[in-house]
């Protein structure tokens, strides 16, 4: 809480399901039990996604050009944190280096560094624009299996 205080015209929306931190919440931040996150991350005025780097995050990062933060914490999000790393998509921190310094430095980064933004950018078009349609995918697959099925 005290790394997001430092970012005073920064609004922050977090899905939290306890009450314990109302009292040492910054007012630029606030606590939700459930968050639209599809919604907000479509939002021209949302900037980063602070996430846990599952797929359907990493998905909607991309989809809607949003620069992520992924703190993984099990199974594929390790994976996914790498892929957002390796292709400036955004920056993983482990959960182990967490403090207010590294959410600050991280935070600060995404925010200001435009590197984030056309990267995923970048990453947004590819996609949109495979060089192989899911019709043609289906076509090529079904060939393949009906010549070798045995």
Not at 12 to 25: C, G, I, M, Q, S
Not at 114 to 142: A, C, G, H, Y
């Amino acid at each position: 809480m005290k790394a997001f205080a430092k970012f005073p015209k920064t609004q922050f929306f977090v899905r939290y399901t306890a009450d314990d931190l109302d009292e040492l919440k910054p007012k630029n931040v606030e606590l939700m039990k459930w968050l639209p996150q599809i919604d907000l991350l479509h939002n021209p005025k949302t900037k980063i996604l602070i996430t846990h780097g599952g797929y359907n995050s990493l998905q909607e990062a991309i989809n809607t050009a949003t620069p992520a933060l992924a703190i993984p914490l099990f199974g594929d999000q390790f994976k996914n944190g790498r892929i957002i790393e390796r292709h400036n998509l955004g920056l993983m921190l482990a959960k182990s280096e967490i403090n207010e310094e590294t959410i600050t430095t991280a935070v600060k980064s995404l925010l200001e560094d435009d590197k984030f933004q056309k990267s995923v950018i970048r990453m947004r078009k590819m996609i949109q624009k495979k060089p192989v349609s899911p019709e043609q995918n289906l076509v090529k697959w079904t060939e393949f299996l009906a010549e070798f099925k045995n």
